[in-house]
């Protein structure tokens, strides 16, 4: 149903260290990218290696994540991909917002974590095959 997702973030280039290093475990990787330090309206997409974007982020100076109930949530190609996921994005400035485990809550294999990226935006990584 969808085509891609876009978000605004206030620092494209931390942005950018953020989501290549929270995304790789997941297989995602940057496939295009409009970076000019000290210009306007810049941004970067993420998306499979050879693909199109999937998630486009773009550089304002009054960005501000969604509210309470709005999260993206990455498929994650096995549970090994959601725990590298969430230590990755810890190490690249990411907080914790809930650990790889899983949530019988959700279905009894769906296998998750959730960080907050820098700029207050809920991400997930999810896995829901067997362990």
């Given at each position: 149903?969808l085509?891609?997702?876009?978000?605004?973030?206030?620092?494209?280039?931390?942005?950018?260290?953020?989501?290549?290093?929270a995304?790789?475990?997941?297989?995602?990787?940057?496939?295009?990218?409009?970076?000019?330090?000290?210009?306007?309206?810049?941004?970067?997409?993420?998306?499979?290696?050879?693909?199109?974007?999937?998630?486009?982020?773009?550089?304002?100076?009054?960005?501000?994540?969604?509210?309470?109930?709005?999260?993206?949530?990455?498929?994650?190609?096995?549970?090994?991909?959601?725990?590298?996921?969430?230590?990755?994005?810890?190490?690249?400035?990411?907080?914790?917002?809930?650990?790889?485990?899983?949530?019988?809550?959700?279905?009894?294999?769906?296998?998750?974590?959730?960080?907050?990226?820098?700029?207050?935006?809920?991400?997930?990584?999810?896995?829901?095959?067997?362990?």
């Amino acid at each position: 149903m969808l085509h891609h997702l876009s978000l605004g973030v206030r620092d494209i280039e931390r942005t950018a260290t953020f989501y290549d290093a929270a995304l790789a475990p997941l297989g995602y990787e940057r496939v295009w990218s409009d970076i000019r330090p000290g210009e306007p309206d810049q941004a970067i997409g993420y998306g499979l290696p050879g693909g199109g974007d999937k998630l486009a982020l773009k550089q304002y100076d009054a960005a501000a994540a969604p509210g309470l109930g709005f999260h993206v949530a990455f498929d994650a190609p096995d549970r090994q991909a959601v725990k590298a996921f969430h230590k990755a994005a810890l190490a690249a400035g990411g907080t914790d917002n809930g650990p790889p485990g899983l949530r019988r809550h959700y279905g009894p294999t769906y296998y998750a974590a959730f960080v907050i990226d820098p700029d207050g935006h809920n991400l997930e990584a999810v896995f829901k095959g067997p362990a």
